[in-house]
T-cell receptor, first 110, second 116 residues
Framework: RKEVEQDPGPFNVPEGATVAFNCTYSNSASQSFFWYRQDCRKEPKLLMSVYSSGNEDGRFTAQLNRASQYISLLIRDSKLSDSATYLCVVNRPGNTPLVFGKGTRLSVIA | NAGVTQTPKFRILKIGQSMTLQCTQDMNHNYMYWYRQDPGMGLKLIYYSVGAGITDKGEVPNGYNVSRSTTEDFPLRLELAAPSQTSVYFC???????????????FGPGTRLTVT
């Protein structure tokens, strides 16, 4: 089983739609979880951290399910500018690099 | 505060040439990383460093070398460039933050390398 798995997509959704991505991770000892966003030909940038209790930032909601070892990202009222690749990121125990998923591509269509 | 800077932005190499990709961060981060990203693919870790004088291999280190003589700089050296090394190279850094368990990584803008 891969350390971090994501559906590569693409998810093609109309403006205003709600879309959700899931990501599974294999290491039950992982403690830190993030969603990064990567625009075409640009560097990844942190979108939001994922906390145990779930957290919301405007139209974006992230949730963590430790029992099933998955995290989710919900985007409400999608905008054209949300079109990007969304990377699920998980830490390994100890001072080792974060593990990046391959990303889920989202296209928001007018 | 410039964050993570990389030079050059673009480079074309001939097979067998060598070059050094430069990476500098001004955030006093202990951790630095080099990734490559092939078109349409995910990030692959080449090398990383947990502090000056310490480097470790990632998942794809062959054909590359690194050094970390200062906290700020983490250059990546390509010896004997091959077409398979055509990629976008991202440098990143992160703070050492054991207490908060937070390891956010900050990325540079990337270097686009073509080997022909």
């Amino acid at each position: 089983r891969k350390e971090v798995e994501q559906d590569p997509g693409p998810f093609n959704v109309p403006e205003g739609a709600t879309v959700a991505f899931n990501c599974t991770y294999s290491n039950s000892a992982s403690q830190s979880f993030f969603w990064y966003r990567q625009d075409c030909r640009k560097e990844p940038k942190l979108l939001m951290s994922v906390y145990s209790s779930g957290n919301e930032d405007g139209r974006f909601t992230a949730q963590l399910n430790r029992a099933s070892q998955y995290i989710s990202l919900l985007i409400r009222d999608s905008k054209l500018s949300d079109s990007a690749t969304y990377l699920c990121v998980v830490n390994r125990p100890g001072n080792t690099p974060l593990v990046f998923g391959k990303g889920t591509r989202l296209s928001v269509i007018a | 505060n410039a964050g993570v800077t990389q030079t050059p932005k673009f480079r074309i190499l001939k097979i067998g040439q060598s070059m050094t990709l430069q990476c500098t961060q001004d955030m006093n981060h202990n951790y630095m990383y080099w990734y490559r990203q092939d078109p349409g693919m995910g990030l692959k870790l080449i090398y990383y460093s947990v502090g000056a004088g310490i480097t470790d291999k990632g998942e794809v280190p062959n054909g590359y070398n690194v050094s970390r003589s200062t906290t700020e700089d983490f250059p990546l050296r390509l010896e004997l460039a091959a077409p398979s090394q055509t990629s976008v190279y991202f440098c990143a850094s992160s703070p050492l933050s054991i207490s908060s368990n937070s390891y956010e990584q900050y990325f540079g803008p990337g270097t686009r390398l073509t080997v022909t």
